[in-house]
């Protein structure tokens, strides 16, 4: 398994299990570098520390810090880059900041299964009249 398959499927077990992912902001907002393609993408990690670790390794990305988003947050960027045909970078790891940049619309699917939803309960309740 490659560096980045690895990666990816840390990524999906700690988002699934956690129902969160980290980005990172600076000043100037969240950084989408253009991938090898020229497509736009913005990077997600899994866990705080690997956010960190990329902030502290990467020179391009001194002075970020990490940004937690909810399940359903993330799911609302996605809904965005798909619109703007932009990627995902999910878990990008070493001096480089290398991992797969992902089509926001296969991870909104995968997203789907698992993200909460209202109840009947909820929804029948919470209607606003």
Known sequence: MSQSASQASIFYRDVEKNKRVWT?????GYPMPK?????RSVPFW???SRAELIIKNVEAYNGFHPVE???EEFYNWL???????QLAGIN???ADAVGYDM?????MEWVEVFMPRPSFWDRLFNKRA
């Open 46 to 48: 899994s866990s705080k």
């Open 35 to 39: 991938t090898r393609t020229g497509v």
């Open 79 to 85: 809904k965005i880059l798909s619109r703007d045909k």
């Open 103 to 107: 089509q926001p619309e296969r991870l």
């Open 24 to 28: 990172i902001k600076d000043q100037g």
């Open 69 to 71: 988003l909810n399940i």
């Open 92 to 94: 990008w790891s070493g």
